[in-house]
Nanobody
Framework: QVQLEESGGGLVQAGGSLRLSCAASGRPLSMYAMGWFRQAPGKEREFVGGLSRSGGNTTYADAVKGRFTISRDNAKNTLYLQMNSLRTEDAAVYYC?????????????????????WGQGTQVTVSS
């Protein structure tokens, strides 16, 4: 089992940037396809983007494409979500999640229930 812990959330003005981190322990992140999800109050958890197990393929939801970037540092065993040009509608609790079922370059999946391990989340607030 891999344990995941998100950090980096906070309050930012619209148009600003934040970088979220997802630190892993127990197993290397390179064993998993990884996803970032978010959940705003009263809404369902939604897929933000993901990284293949190989690290070579990223996938993004249309709402964040061109503004958010996912990367991984194997030496630090940490996944990142760089968020630029933030909008008020990006405000949510952000979660990272690990999918042990995919291999190689297969793209991360958007369905939350396929992910095995989740972090506790980090709050992102965007003011107008």
């Amino acid at each position: 089992q891999v344990q995941l812990e998100e950090s980096g959330g906070g309050l930012v003005q619209a148009g600003g940037s934040l970088r979220l981190s997802c630190a892993a322990s127990g197993r290397p992140l390179s064993m998993y396809a990884m996803g970032w999800f978010r959940q705003a109050p009263g809404k369902e958890r939604e897929f933000v983007g993901g990284l293949s197990r190989s690290g070579g393929n990223t996938t993004y939801a249309d709402a964040v494409k061109g503004r958010f970037t996912i990367s991984r540092d194997n030496a630090k065993n940490t996944l990142y979500l760089q968020m630029n040009s933030l909008r008020t509608e990006d405000a949510a609790v952000y979660y990272c999640a690990a999918d042990s079922h995919l291999t190689g370059a297969a793209r991360a999946r958007a369905l939350a229930r396929v992910y095995d391990n989740w972090g506790q989340g980090t709050q992102v607030t965007v003011s107008s």
